[in-house]
């Protein structure tokens, strides 16, 4: 755990030149999970969870970085740019590479990053690794790319570089994030809308699993897959389908017997997920709490029992909210698998909650839980040492 402080001094003991400080931010997602690939809608925002960045160029081919957190280092020569055997490197890495296959003139960077974002726990470190990066490059080397087209090609890298087929919602949040507000992204035309997170007498809590299986990674791609073989089978029938966005439940169930059960369950969850984002969109609006905490909930069955991406971790976390006073609704948030799950709780209720829960979770798995209280704020920005 690092602040912008230690990584500034960390930067200059290694390091000549002044450098340019980036804060870059992790993200949560109320409702809208595995939709952005498949064309829906999600409604993430940035936090005040974050991964600070001191880099500065040096005028040769070669960058040097480290990874102050786990004290590590790597350096490549610009030119020749290939994927390595440490996963955040890679992240960074993929950057570049992206931003030169662009057709931009970089040099080499010197680069220390660090900061107080969880890794693996589903608030999305990877894009604040690679919007940090991304950013800072883009800043030091005046490129103007601009927000959204930097998350495009952040979503590049990750599926081109270092070889992960996620949808746009991380790294968009993290560099399009407002405070106090919520994006509600449409991730097939990418248009989107601030709505605030005004949450009355409630608010959001994070507790971290502190467990992240393997399968997280190894069925992601799964999934992704599953959702394109339900859309070829609808596509059969319907020829401007181009994703499960055009695909309502009468469509599926009209071809449920063309569908394995379980290609079935997948679509059939992606679709429903898209109609209760709608639906919370409006709770936010309407200061309708209530409704907002049984969404997730359901959210998270669907999670569980349609999509196959919790484990009993979670599981456990989300039964034990479920019916606890002042707790309106938890789900697993992110990927799955592990990570965090999103609690929406009253005001009043926390430290009971957050007492108990950490208390159960312990006996149960024999692991302290963590836990975060959240706040959406601008998203990944350069900053002075200052603030
Ligand atoms: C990961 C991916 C995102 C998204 C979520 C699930 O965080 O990076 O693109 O698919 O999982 O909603």
Redesign the pocket.
């Known amino acids: 755990m690092h602040n912008l402080s230690d990584i500034v001094s960390l930067y200059e003991e290694r390091f000549d030149t002044h450098p340019l400080l980036v804060r870059a931010c992790g993200r949560i997602?109320i409702i809208?999970?595995?939709?952005?690939?498949n064309n829906g809608f999600?409604l993430p925002a940035a936090v005040n969870k974050h991964i600070y960045f001191a880099i500065g160029e040096n005028g040769t081919a070669e960058s040097h970085l480290f990874a102050a957190d786990i004290g590590e280092s790597y350096s490549f020569n610009i030119h020749e740019i290939e994927p390595c055997d440490k996963l955040w490197a890679n992240y960074l890495m993929g950057i570049m590479q992206q931003l030169q296959e662009r057709g931009v003139t970089l040099e080499g960077v010197d680069c220390v990053f660090g900061g107080n974002l969880p890794i693996g726990s589903?608030l999305?470190s990877?894009?604040a690794l690679e919007c940090g990066f991304a950013l800072g490059l883009d800043t030091l080397f005046c490129l103007d790319v601009g927000r959204v087209e930097l998350a495009q090609l952040a979503?590049r890298s990750?599926h081109k570089f270092v070889g992960?087929p996620?949808?746009?919602?991380?790294q968009f949040a993290s560099l399009l994030g407002r405070e106090g507000q919520a994006i509600k992204l449409d991730c097939r035309s990418l248009e989107y809308e601030y709505i605030p997170l005004d949450l009355g007498d409630c608010e959001l809590a994070l507790i971290n699993t502190k467990v992240h299986h393997e399968l997280a990674s190894s069925e992601?791609p799964v999934r992704v897959r599953e959702c394109r073989e339900g859309v070829a089978v609808i596509q059969k029938h319907h020829s401007g389908v181009e994703s499960l966005r055009d695909i309502t439940l009468d469509m599926l169930e009209a071809h449920r017997s063309e569908l394995s059960e379980v290609i079935y369950r997948r679509c059939a969850y992606v679709i429903r997920e898209n109609a209760r984002l709608e639906e919370a969109a409006v709770c936010l609006a309407e200061g309708n709490m209530e409704r907002l905490g049984e969404l997730l909930l359901l959210t998270h069955e669907g999670l569980r029992d349609e999509y196959g991406v919790s484990c009993p971790e979670l599981d456990f976390l989300v039964d034990f909210a479920r019916g606890f006073p002042g707790v309106l609704g938890a789900r697993l948030m992110?990927?799955?698998f592990g990570g965090c799950t999103i609690n929406l709780i009253r005001l009043e209720a926390r430290e009971k909650f957050l007492k108990d829960i950490t208390k159960a979770y312990y006996r149960q798995f024999g692991i302290h839980p963590e836990y975060y209280f959240i706040r959406p704020v601008d998203g990944t920005k350069v900053v002075r040492e200052e603030e």
């Open positions: 997602n809208g999970e595995h939709t952005d690939y999600v589903g999305s990877s894009a979503q990750s992960i996620c949808g746009i919602m991380d992601y992110g990927g799955g």
